[in-house]
């Protein structure tokens, strides 16, 4: 345990303190490049105003995670069931996953307003993706041997996807989330930046009007420790929902 | 005359299409299987056992030819039979007792009585303290073990075992030939085993079908003259000695000439 949180709480340790020295160092104006030390001593300053909106940017990612998963499940679902569903529709999701973010948050925001629906529909449309995707590959590729053993002794449609396509879709469905959730609040930063009244995005926006550098070094810092704690509870539920892999070093059954 | 045979098949063919050729894999083939009978089924790699599980599962359907179970013709429907393949096949999610009663619980038996079963039997082939564990802690040898109680107990008019014990160490596979032997014994059921070992066809079963390389015909039907319950050293007999001589010469003479 202790050996895999030492090496990254030293590294990062190690980079601020270059970074402090650097700016030290070479004498960066603040406003080019603030030290952490500054960053730090302005989140205190404005901190009840940061955490107004972090606290809202957090609402906001919480519920497109949310949404995104749910439609990332149930479009899965139904591609799965449906194969020349998913041979119509794949090439139409990809190509939406190509659009670029900052030209879809201010369409989106043209077309519904300034209001939740449009940062909602935004998440939804960049949360589902890696889900549906990755699930749709779990259920699709669950063991060949075992959907062969589960035809031979006559097991239904449904029973095959309870216990076979959904269990094996799971560790495809936690690769999803975690990258679902890595995305989501940089999205909602953008989408907050684009048309808000309030969220990190909201305030990164304010700040760099105001040229106010080190806040806004702040906010980013928020912003990573949201995701991080977004990352972190998906990897967390992932450990408590897949009990059954072998841990690492347990060597398990042996077969040829 | 004969009385309702558990397995019956008649005149099965079967072949593949692989690129553009037909594959003839099973020639006319007609067996059966009585109640409480061990037939197995000897042939080379490659020759079509598997491909007939498949049929007999209902799984693929004949291109000729019938398959009836306890007397109903069945050729094409699931369901009909208890299946046990090479590998064990243990979903690695479920414990060790939960993969037992789920299949137990796709036959039709009910959830209670299912995991009831499922622990009275795992602690009387002595694996109930590994019950409630996931399969991956199992050694290959417990894992088949438990894949074959998991066939044993589904109540299913006959079993199917594929090549049980093929991915196993050779002291290990000795060690699963007796285990399956005595509890066999002590639960007669109707077995249709495969396997391409000749001695572990002669240790088993009561009668034997030796099947030629694809397209598989069935070359000879044997009649293991072996009492039951089987002696440990049956191999050791001259009998057996011979037997399986005459396996192996019939076995080479179907196979076709080496260029
Ligand atoms: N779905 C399929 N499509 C095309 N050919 C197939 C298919 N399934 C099996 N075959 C072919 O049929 C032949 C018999 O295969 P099968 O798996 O039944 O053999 P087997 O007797 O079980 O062999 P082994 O002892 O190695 O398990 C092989 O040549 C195989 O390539
Ligand atoms: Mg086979």
Known sequence: ?256 | MSPIHKLELSGVSKSYRRRGHLLPVLDHISLHVREGEFVTLLGPSGSGKSTLFRLIGGVERPDEGSISIAGKEMTGKTGHVSYMPQQASLFPWMSVADNISTALVTCGVEKKEAKEQAREWLSRITLGDVADEYPHVLSGGMQQRVSFLRALLMPRDVMCLDEPFAALDALTRAEMQRWLLELWESNRRSVLFVTHSIEEALILSDRIYVLSRAPARILREITVPFERPRRSDVWTLQEFVELKKDVLELLEEGEPAIV
């Open chain 1, 1 to 256: 345990m202790l050996r895999n949180i030492v090496p990254p709480v030293l590294s990062v340790t190690v980079f601020l303190l270059v970074w402090q020295a650097a700016c030290k160092m070479f004498s960066l104006p603040p406003y080019m490049l603030p030290d952490p030390l500054r960053v730090a001593e302005r989140m205190a300053e404005d901190s009840s105003l940061l955490l107004k909106h972090v606290a809202a940017t957090f609402q906001l990612a919480l519920m497109g995670v949310a949404a995104g998963v749910a439609a990332g499940i149930i479009v899965a679902l139904i591609l799965h069931f449906v194969p020349w569903l998913r041979s119509a529709v794949a090439p139409l999701i990809v190509m939406s996953q190509n659009i670029p973010l900052i030209v879809l948050a201010p369409l989106l925001i043209m077309w519904f307003g300034f209001g939740l629906s449009p940062k909602l529909i935004l998440l939804v449309i960049i949360c589902f993706f890696p889900i549906a995707w990755s699930m749709l590959a779990g259920l699709r590729h669950a063991e060949p041997h075992l959907r062969e053993y589960l035809a031979m002794i006559g097991a239904s449609r449904r029973q095959m996807l309870l216990r076979l396509e959904l269990p094996a879709s799971l560790p495809y469905f936690f690769s999803g989330l975690k990258i679902t959730t890595t995305y989501s609040v940089s999205s909602v930063v953008v989408a907050e930046w684009l048309g808000s009244s309030k969220g990190i995005g909201y305030y990164l926006y304010l700040k760099f009007k105001g040229y106010d550098i080190a806040a806004a070094f702040g906010a980013v810092a928020c912003i990573i420790a949201l995701s991080l704690l977004f990352y972190g509870a998906a990897a967390l539920l992932e450990r408590l929902v897949i009990r059954w892999r072998p841990r690492t070093g347990e060597k398990g059954g042996r077969q040829a």
